[in-house]
């Protein structure tokens, strides 16, 4: 079985910054890619940035030149960096595993992100 430990959301002020973490555990072999979702209160879960196994980036609109996300292979780890945060930030942000070997698709249990003054 994979669990995903997601840490680092919590409450911050606009024009701040917070960097999200996301572990990934068990019987793995083969990561094909990790990325972050977002649920904004009453909405839809929406993507906010993928990266694939090979390093290929995908960021959705709304954060692009703000959120860099990165992984650490070694540790099957996957990173938020998001800066410049705006209010409409806030959301519950959930990490996403899709493995190649065993294949699987995972999602941790969702970190809460706040950007209020």
């Known amino acids: 079985q994979v669990q995903l430990v997601e840490s680092g959301g919590g409450l911050v002020q606009p024009g701040g910054s917070l960097r999200l973490s996301c572990a990934a555990s068990?019987?793995?072999?083969?990561?094909?890619?990790m990325g972050w979702y977002r649920q904004p209160p009453g909405k839809q879960r929406e993507l906010v940035a993928v990266?694939?196994?090979?390093?290929?980036?995908n960021y959705a609109d709304s954060v692009k030149g703000r959120f860099t996300i990165s992984r650490d292979n070694a540790k099957n780890t996957v990173y938020l960096q998001m800066n410049s945060l705006k209010p409409e930030d806030t959301a519950v942000y959930y990490c996403?595993?899709?493995?190649?070997?065993?294949?699987?698709?995972?999602w941790g249990q969702g970190t809460l992100v706040t950007v209020s003054s």
């Open positions: 990266i694939t196994s090979g390093r290929n980036t």
């Open positions: 068990g019987i793995i072999f083969s990561i094909r890619a």
């Open positions: 996403n595993t899709i493995i190649s070997d065993p294949p699987g698709d995972y």
